[in-house]
DNA sequence: TAGTGGTCTAGACCACAGC
DNA sequence: CTGTGGTCTAGACCACTAG
């Protein structure tokens, strides 16, 4: 860490005080004035090294006060949903998607499509994400037309929507949904799979404009999170 | 927004533009210098300002070249996990803890305790989270005495595991599986619910030391989560 | 090599919350 | 009222890298 800059040695020596336990939840870290003298250096350095342990959410400060270690949040933790084919390539296996169906229809009232809103058509794409020589996920997404015409000219014959949309679209806000099924038939075939799956469903937002909805069963894989102390967001 | 910092207003200005859409992915938003005669400042201010947009993962940054619009991450989403009491109670129902067995054993090599590398004793527990009238979950909980010996003066009869830690043991860290399972004919039985069940394992640990893990299998509830734009964390 | 961002200084004034 | 953190300035030098 020698090589680091003097803010970050000091956000690092003084998050690790906070991680080992030394310095407990409640605990008050030493003024900035202090930090100068121990540092060396000028105020707006270590102010710059408290400020990133609290928008870490490791410390809060008050005026006056001072700066306390925080409380550690259960209640949040980071969701690794990474790219299908990123997840597949990860494990060291091709990757592969092949498309079942495509269409364009009208929207309709309700169903999965109601929380976006959607205006027009909507394009249809049914298709199955593929590890080496198995089936990995069905995937079944809704396109919304109006907010990216764009899509209509694709055919997604050998790019997922998801793909594709991540490289032509931003998206500003999702909803995510992880639910278990049984499978009927036609999934338990399709993924060669017939007992318990577990179903990601996605909703995604530009700025209030619906943009996608896909819906994923997977082979009975499991997600795994990985969450540390505070791990922060708003 | 007018009573915010300027940094604030310079960081909501630019990142206004982002999240509109007026400055898309790969964009090269000014360089501070043109921020600095924009808003009349110093660029200690300006810098401060795209930083944050930099730590929010709204821009990437790269010397000599500029400020660039970054392409927003699909990968990362804030899970709410929340307590299964709040999360009943927040539904308007009654909650139940209902504890159906207690035993104190020794660590088994393998098997879920196994990433918690316990040394000694093992505080086993069952019990069901119940939600008015119905079976919410099943939880089968294994706390390390080693890390936590408080713990088996506690019976659990009123009060379930995991509130009795998170009023007693800090975590720093924890490991969270989600899979889905057909429940075996006991686990049925006990939750009245035979089809597919989500299930979520949880390890918690403080500094490198196993503290408890969680096996709770829901009756098919879903799990929901919302993301942001690039909520970040590291 | 030139220009960008990364870092740091030695001040300053202010808002706010404890005392 | 005092002392804390919040903010800002007008410089400076440096590291990196695109051209």
Redesign the pocket.
Known sequence: MSGA????RITADLGGEIRSGAWPPGHRIP???ELMARY??????V??A??AL?VQGLVE???????FVAAPHITSAVLQIPDIRAEIESRGQRYAWARLAWRIRPARPGGDEAPLDPAGDLLQVKGLHIAGARPFALEERLINLAAVPKAADCEFKHVAPGAWLLAHVAWTEARHEISAINPDPETAAALSHARACLVLKRWTWRQQAGITFARQVFAAETIELTARFTPGGP
């Open positions: 800059s003097l803010h970050q003024f900035e004035h060396g250096c000028a105020r707006a350095t102010n710059k408290v400020h609290a400060r008050r005026r006056k006060a001072g700066t």
